[in-house]
Structure formats: structure tokens, C-alpha cells
């Protein structure tokens, strides 16, 4: 069993970058695809990126390719994402997820995902 723990969130000026981090518990991270969502105040969670258990492949939202980059570390049981060229409808809360039998492409659907952590929030101002 996996347990999640994001950090890194905080307040930003427009144009900012930060970058978010996802700490898991469990022995079997590293066979886990990893995504990362986010929610905004009365907005419906969406999906913002992926990554495969051997970090080779990647999906993005169109929201945020170019400006997003997701990767992984397995031996320290971590999955970041290093968030560029911030803008104010980026603010969320973001939350880590993860699940073994999902590739990226599928991670992108949240219902039905094993495992979320409890989410960091990240603020943009104008």
C-alpha cells in the first residue's frame, strides 16, 4: 500500500516557477505510473501530467506542455513537478496520485485511481 505526501506549494508571482514533490511510503513505488492533478476553487479536478513507472514516458495536459515537466526518482521513492512560466489559472490545490495498472495515457482518467495524496496548494498572483 502506497501513502503520498505532496509538499512544496506556495504563493508565486505570475511568470514564477515551483517545483512540487511527492513522497511515497510503500516498497512498490517504483512499479507505479505517477500523475499529478489539481483542483481550483468550484472547478472539477483535472489532470495535469503522468509518468511510467521507469519514468520513459510522459503525458501532459495541453494546459501545461512546455511550461510543466514531470520525472521521478525510484530510489528515493519520489515524483516531482517542476512548474514553469506560472500563471494565475494555474492555482490549485495539487494532489499526487498513483497507480500500477495505468499507463500514462490512462492516468489522465481520475475515477478509479488507487491511490492520491492529500494535496499541496499552489497560489498565483497576478
Known amino acids: 500500500q502506497e501513502q503520498l505526501v505532496e509538499s512544496g506549494g506556495g504563493l508565486v508571482q505570475a511568470g514564477g516557477s515551483l517545483r512540487l514533490s511527492c513522497a511515497a511510503s510503500?516498497?512498490?513505488?517504483?512499479?507505479?505510473?505517477v500523475g499529478w492533478f489539481r483542483q481550483a476553487p468550484g472547478k472539477e479536478r483535472e489532470f495535469v501530467a503522468a509518468?511510467?513507472?521507469?519514468?520513459?514516458?510522459?503525458n501532459y495536459a495541453d494546459s501545461v506542455k512546455g511550461r510543466f515537466t514531470i520525472s521521478r526518482d525510484n530510489a528515493k521513492n519520489t515524483a516531482d513537478l517542476q512548474m514553469n512560466s506560472l500563471k494565475p489559472e494555474d492555482t490549485a490545490v495539487y494532489y499526487c496520485?498513483?497507480?500500477?495498472?495505468?499507463?500514462?495515457?490512462?492516468?489522465?482518467?481520475?475515477?478509479?485511481?488507487?491511490?492520491w495524496g492529500k494535496g499541496t496548494l499552489v497560489t498565483v498572483s497576478s
Open positions: 509518468i511510467s513507472w521507469s519514468g520513459g514516458s510522459t
Open positions: 496520485a498513483a497507480d500500477r495498472s495505468r499507463t500514462t495515457h490512462f492516468m489522465a482518467r481520475r475515477d478509479g485511481i488507487s491511490y
Open positions: 510503500g516498497r512498490t513505488f517504483s512499479m507505479y505510473t
